[in-house]
């Protein structure tokens, strides 16, 4: 099953707008880990997606940057959880 990263960090309020629903719609897709990380935390992070975030990965590669368009994710998701 795919895994999916929120890139985020402290007072960002895009990252608090995608968080809900990231979470909302990894719940809809038994088996998809989700893991939340702060960019601050890893300077690669900080240095490659300072001007990005939030960032959705899923399983390691960008899937969506600054805003989340919940159809595309479940999307994504579906396709992710249908190859694995």
């Known amino acids: 099953m795919p895994s ?4 985020t960090k402290p007072g960002c309020h895009l990252c608090d707008d995608a968080r809900p629903i ?6 809809r897709h038994p088996g998809v880990t989700l893991t939340e990380q702060s ?8 240095e490659e997606y300072a001007e990005d975030i939030p960032v959705v990965l899923i399983d390691g590669r960008v899937h969506s940057n600054w805003f989340v368009d919940e159809e595309r ?3 994504a998701l ?3 959880g249908a190859a694995s």
């Open 22 to 27: 990231v979470e909302s719609v990894v719940r």
């Open 39 to 46: 960019i601050l935390d890893d300077p690669a992070l900080r």
């Open 73 to 75: 994710l479940v999307a």
């Open 4 to 7: 999916v990263t929120l890139l």
């Open 78 to 80: 579906d396709r992710a």
